[in-house]
């Protein structure tokens, strides 16, 4: 009996300790669901899935719309040579037709240099594929030979190219590159007959220094900046540079420094000029405003509409400062609708871009228009 009564105790206890344990099971799962959310992943990424695999099916038959209905756009480049201005102008193309609303097909071809072979190939290429509209990013160096290829039945925009580099246009071409020519004679306005010039050489600075001494005959003082080791106290500090029109034809930097050592040196040109070389608001953070005080810039970039501007910048474009991309928004506007809309107010005449030069100051804040 004895036994008995310790065996009914002992299972009872075992029991209770059951009782007990399956309490605490029913508490736990809602603190074991805390931070485990395994299968809600696994069914977003099922949902990720199906949307890229649609977007894809959509562009392979983007070529079988109408082609009223898609914008197809050939944008060709050699990578080695203009790759800093590809990405930025690419952007441009891509916020645009963001803005417009509207259906496309670009195409990217990479010529990689600019070599006649590679060229021909990429507009041979764009061609069988059905590509009529074509931003031909190259540098003016190449234009003739642009003009050797059967492009024909093509619609061809230059972003980088003005009519100043070309001896003969094509009428199925279109030259969108800023016209420094007439920057430097707006400047001019500003000229007394005491003009001197610094300049640092390069393609695009030869080609300045080689326009602003054909508008302006009589150069008291030319001196070259060099890439490297500029002994710039000898350069700055020379009296014929005082009360003088000073053209500079540098690049940013270099520009920052002279514009600093004049007044370190107290050698006060009259007026210091220079074009959209310089138009970059870097010269406020690299300059002190007394170091700019005479400082006067020319830019060929015109005002576009506020949605356009912040949609671009919203892309990585900049239609502010950088006028490739400028040329590139007016190109690709001139392409899709010949500018019917008026959105843009830079106009194309006899295949050329009509830009309006202006002239800034700076401030200790930013750009000024001078009226």
């Not at 199906?50 to 070529?63: F, G, R, T």
């Not at 501007?309 to 590139?328: C, H």
């Amino acid at each position: 009996m004895k036994h008995l009564l310790s065996l009914i105790l002992i299972t009872a206890f075992f029991v209770g300790c059951s009782i007990k344990q399956q309490e605490v099971e029913i508490k736990l799962p809602p603190k074991e669901n805390i931070g485990t959310p395994v299968n809600p992943t696994e069914e977003r990424i099922e949902e990720n899935i199906d949307p890229l695999e649609e977007i894809e099916i959509i562009e392979d038959e983007l070529p079988n719309i109408d082609n009223s209905e898609v914008m197809k756009l050939a944008f060709i480049y050699p990578s080695k040579i203009v790759a800093k201005y590809a990405k930025s102008s690419m952007n441009t193309v891509l916020g645009y037709f963001d803005y417009k609303n509207i259906k496309y097909e670009i195409k990217v071809f990479d010529t990689i240099s600019e070599d006649q072979q590679s060229i021909e190939k990429a507009f041979l290429s764009a061609r069988e594929q059905g590509f009529s509209n074509v931003l031909a990013l190259f540098t003016p160096r190449v234009t003739e030979l642009l003009h050797t290829i059967d492009t024909n039945d093509l619609k061809v925009y230059l972003p980088l190219t003005n009519e100043d580099y070309i001896t003969n246009a094509k009428s199925n071409f279109f030259y969108g590159g800023i016209s420094y020519k007439d920057q430097i004679s707006k400047l001019l306005e500003y000229s007394n007959t005491n003009n001197t010039m610094f300049y640092q050489s390069s393609f695009l600075g030869d080609k300045l220094k080689s326009l602003y001494e054909n508008l302006t005959p009589d150069v008291k003082v030319v001196k070259e900046i060099k890439k490297k080791r500029n002994y710039f106290k000898g350069i700055v500090k020379d009296y014929r540079i005082r009360n003088s029109t000073l053209f500079l034809n540098t690049p940013i930097v270099k520009t920052s420094i002279i514009l600093s050592q004049l007044r370190a040196y107290s050698i006060y040109p009259k007026v210091i000029l220079s074009t959209q070389i310089n138009y970059n608001p870097k010269i406020l953070t690299l300059t002190q405003v007394k170091d700019r005080s005479n400082f006067v810039l020319a830019s060929s970039i015109d005002n576009v509409d506020d949605n356009l501007r912040d949609t671009l910048n919203s892309y990585g474009a900049d239609i502010i400062y950088n006028w490739v991309d400028y040329s590139t928004l007016v190109g690709v506007n001139y392409l899709y609708d010949g500018n019917q809309s008026g959105l843009i107010e830079t106009q194309i005449e006899n295949n050329h871009v009509v830009y309006k030069p202006k002239l800034l100051k700076t401030t200790s804040f930013g750009f000024l228009e001078i009226k």
